[in-house]
């Protein structure tokens, strides 16, 4: 099961929706598509996780913790790499801005 499919049952399930409500939200004739989705079977469509997201008022990486954990942690060595990049040639005006915004998203990133 998917932690995305977790989430989608557990906000509809805080809600009075059934799966036959959403399945008619989303346009989806067959509604054992959604409980499918929900137990981690199949894929959502990113047309159903926004659903979710503007029905439930969920953060939509809430639907996606372990592939935002996973590019979390590639992103910060590279943000490093590109700062260290960018500081082996003579910095320039521009590169300051750069330098300070890709060290805040290192510190938000590492919190």
Do not use: A
């Amino acid at each position: 099961m998917s932690p995305s499919s977790n989430y989608l049952r557990m906000y509809r399930k805080k809600s009075p929706l059934t799966q036959s409500d959403m399945g008619f939200l989303v346009d989806i004739k067959d509604i054992s598509n959604i409980s499918r989705y929900e137990k981690g079977q199949r894929k959502p469509s990113i047309e159903i996780l926004i659903t979710y997201h503007l029905l439930f008022n969920c953060p939509i990486e809430s639907f996606f913790t372990q592939e935002s954990e996973q590019v979390r942690q590639k992103l910060i060595p590279r943000l490093k790499e590109l700062i260290q990049e960018i500081k082996k040639q003579q910095i320039t005006l521009k590169d300051t801005p750069k330098i300070n915004f890709l060290e805040e998203v290192i510190i938000r990133l590492n919190i």
